[in-house]
């Protein structure tokens, strides 16, 4: 199949469906409705569910018990939204269930705003949900690449019976790129031997997140752990550009990791050796790569769409060999390439090193940028 | 359990098999029990159990899928519906039925009931209303009657500060999406098998795909009621019931023929 012009949310619920998504649940909301309204068109032609469900509450748990059938189902939405399924999400979790989430980001907290922010971060990757669990967390940076990691999401749902979150921004939910959907996969025939489908024939099988004794939980917990350190040596991900000679990193994901790129670039013709570094799984966090690149680099400079919430992880990783500095735009602010070069350059030459908390120092000049602009 | 092999004895009541072999945790003289054994009935005589999935809430019955010989999963409170919904419709030829509190439906759960009903959803809802917040140990329920004493409403619920018992069965009705919508009681042995023949139309009110159906059960809570089991049969028949007249609310005409 040759590259199409394809709008973000569509192509993603599309890719869904190539995937061998069978059933859709969700509710409205900007910026991710796109996604469902393509749905409500695609899933039915096919033969597929698709649901409008009342609440963000209630789609979450129709993914829950669509999962228990053991066939691929999944839900999009947008941050709040996304708050509202928590409670579900860990009752995914703990049930041991593959199910696939997208959350398309918009600024908050609270209602906030409709435009694209990464301030989801700590929700979607430290879990979110109540009680000890571990979603794995993609987080592509185009529609392409988008495409790609919604497929890849229903198989490592299944394949560790694990919750998948893919989150973008509405950046990416809302935009027209050329890329390249897979052909679609045929339907697995049979479930798989846990799910519930009645019982014919067989022993009844019985899924749920009640264990009611804490030795038994503490089993479970034990198990899920294990999956997930069996899953952060399997299947972290991440993208390199121009990081073979440089001497400063740029380290930020989506939107964020995309823009920066283009500082990137107008910098390497400037002759300052930078380089980026794009964690695509942020659960599992590249933490080798981080450490790795921190050995080899003078200086690293985390961009975000949120206030510096990766940073804390990457500051952790670091411990300190090299600086750490920070640059983000907040509230639904997407940052601009050229602020981007602006603060390499900064970081390059070194004239005014950090000296204390990277976050606090951003914020303050952040405060003067923001000041000048009104 | 092991059928009698001698020729002159007649097997004329044994465990369903789509009953466990458990001693259920449920208080004596709780109705739960007698509930579970009713669907538990109703699917073996209609030959379902091997199609069935049973959705389970949070509430006394937390544990009842460890009663139910069939496929079964656990809601989180309230939103068995929702968990339903998802279930049925990739797997639109199973069975599905739900069994819930009336905390559970009634309170934490009402969107999910209110919209499984509103779109027809076809499934099968049980609803166990015993007017209290059984598990959590005795606190009002939407469903407590006025006046009832109850951990959180310790003067007797007073519907000037806390409103009024929430008549669900007649509020399912009005949706069109409802097709089977019936209270009964389970306080003595006569409203036992007017609960079962219910619960047999519910099932096939889905089997036939007529639509969102339920059973409201009325049903005793002694241990939070603070009664000995055969006051609280008397409570539900001469207090609950005058609150939540037994009747059928909805009934689609394609079921009115139907005898079982
Ligand atoms: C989200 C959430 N809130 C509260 C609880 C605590 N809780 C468990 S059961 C229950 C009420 C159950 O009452 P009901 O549904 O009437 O069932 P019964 O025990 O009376 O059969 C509550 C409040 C919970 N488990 N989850
Ligand atoms: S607390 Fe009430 S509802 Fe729960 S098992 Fe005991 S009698 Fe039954
Ligand atoms: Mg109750």
New binding site residues.
Partial sequence: MAKELLKGNEAFAEAAIRAGCEGFYGYPITPSTEFLEYMAKRMPQLGRAFVQAESEVAAINMVYGGACTGKRVMTASSSPGVSLMM?GISYIAGTEVPAVIVNVMRGGPGLGNIAPSQGDYHQMVKGGGHGDYFPIVLAPASVQEAIDYISLAFDLADKYRNIVHVIVDGNMGQMMEPAELPPMRELPKDPPSWAVTGAEGRQPNFLSSIYIDPADEEVTNIRLVKRWMEIEKNEIRYSEYLMEDAEFAVIGFGTAGRVASSAIRAAREEGVKVGLFRPITLAPFPKKQIEEISKRVKRILVVEMNTGMMLDDVAAIVQGRVPVEFYGRLGGMTPFPDEILDEIRRVADNKAPINGDARAEWISRLEKIVEEGR | MVAPTTPETKVVFKRPESFTDVTTHYCPGCT?GVAHRLVAEVIDEMGLREKTIGVA??????FAYKYFNMDFVEA???RAPAMATGIKRVLPQKTIFTY??????A??GMAEIMHAAARGENISVIF?N?A?????GG?M?PTTLPGMKTTSSPFGRDVELTGFPIRMSEMLATMDGAGYIVRRSLHDAKHIRQSKKAIRMAIETQERGLGFSMVELLSS?PTNWKVAPDEALKFIAESMIPVFPLGDYKVRPELAGLRV
């Fill in positions: 409670e | 739960h809430p949070v509430g006394c019955s937390v989180a409170h309230g819930q509190g009336d905390g559970d439906l309170s934490i166990i015993n209290i917040f059984g598990m959590t606190q329920a809570c």
